[in-house]
């Protein structure tokens, strides 16, 4: 369903998941990699990097990009970057 939402001229796509057995079965990856979609997926399918993973996720949606009024692509990515740089330090 998400694919068949997707705007025409989108690009960089990358899912991210779990690891849970769904998204490993060859007919997903081959769905994902057939639309051109990057996987992307905990190194070893503890739920617990997960959760890290999507609290560093909500915290840069919420606190940062919501607030911000990006222009495109590049200014995201450079956004992004900048927004990490001063989470980890």
């Known amino acids: 369903m998400a694919i068949s939402q997707l705007p025409a001229d989108a690009k960089e796509i990358i899912h991210h998941s779990d690891r849970g057995i769904q998204y ?13 979609i990057k996987i992307s997926m905990t190194e070893n399918g503890d739920p617990y990097e997960n959760a ?38």
């Not at 490993?24 to 051109?36: P, T």
């Not at 909500?58 to 990490?84: N, P, Q, V």
């Open 24 to 36: 490993c079965s060859y007919k997903y990856v081959e769905c994902i990699e057939k639309h051109d």
């Open 52 to 89: 890290i993973a999507e609290r560093v996720n909500g915290i840069l949606k919420t606190e940062w990009l919501y607030e911000m009024d990006l222009k495109d692509l590049l200014d995201a990515k450079e956004s992004i970057k900048e927004i990490i740089e001063i989470y980890n330090s």
